[in-house]
């Protein structure tokens, strides 16, 4: 049920009030007037009634008190009573300390209305509930970029894996490049000593035919 009844007074004298329920809460709230210390002390105090708790905020003389629901709890009711007690004092001023009874009752009792309500339906209107929820908004955006933080690490160990692995195939295809231009070249090397000696048995051959022997005395002469 939220905030059911506001009000703003100077000492006793009440400058604007709203009710969004039928009830006594106008008489109980002059009650706890009169028993408010006087002066320009600030305090908050809270005064219980049947299932109903009464809360009360004096800043500077300036009592605003509103009943709430008991499920309420104290947080959101003086919540509203800080921003009750802002707008009213940016609005009226210096005004305030001269105004009579209800002066100031037919606009800010709208302002009373509106804020109820918001208080009373609006999640947000609760700041630490809205810290929360912010806190849980900003921890989902770091908790989501740790995530891409961790996929983009994971590419790129991905990418370091195989920039490792190109770079053992490429030793490994320059040792077997290695290998091969030594075993060609000694397969060169035989093949041309080979040559060689095929060649010079070839002419010793035909050396023989034409010196007469195997001792070339013929050409030797």
């Known amino acids: 049920m939220g905030i059911l009844y506001a009000m703003v007074a100077k000492g006793e004298v009440v400058l604007a009030e709203f009710s969004a329920a039928a009830t006594n809460a106008s008489s109980t709230a002059r009650q706890i007037l009169a028993k408010t210390p006087r002066g320009n002390g600030d305090s908050n105090a809270s005064y219980s009634q049947d299932r109903y708790i009464f809360h009360v905020k004096r800043t500077d003389g300036l009592t605003v008190l509103c009943m709430a629901d008991d499920s309420a709890g104290r947080r959101i009711p003086f919540s509203f009573l800080e ?12 005004a305030i300390h001269l105004a009579a009874a209800y002066a100031m009752n037919d606009e800010f009792s709208r302002v009373l209305s509106q804020q109820m309500d918001h208080y009373t339906n609006d999640p947000n209107a ?6 929360k929820g912010e806190m849980s908004q900003v921890r989902t955006a770091m908790l989501d970029n ?13 990418l370091v894996d195989k920039t490792a692995t190109l770079q053992g195939n490429t030793l490994r295809f320059r040792r077997q490049s290695r290998r091969v231009r030594n075993t060609m070249w000694w397969r060169n090397v035989r ?31």
């Open 126 to 131: 609760d700041r630490i509930n809205r810290l």
């Open 191 to 221: 093949l041309t000593f080979t040559l060689i000696f095929i060649l010079i048995t070839i002419v010793y051959v035909l050396l023989t035919f034409l010196c007469h022997g195997p001792l070339l005395r013929s050409c030797l002469k």
């Open 146 to 158: 740790i995530n891409k933080v961790l996929d983009r690490g994971d590419r790129l160990e991905l």
């Open 83 to 94: 921003d009750i007690h802002q707008r009213f004092v940016r609005t009226y001023g210096r």
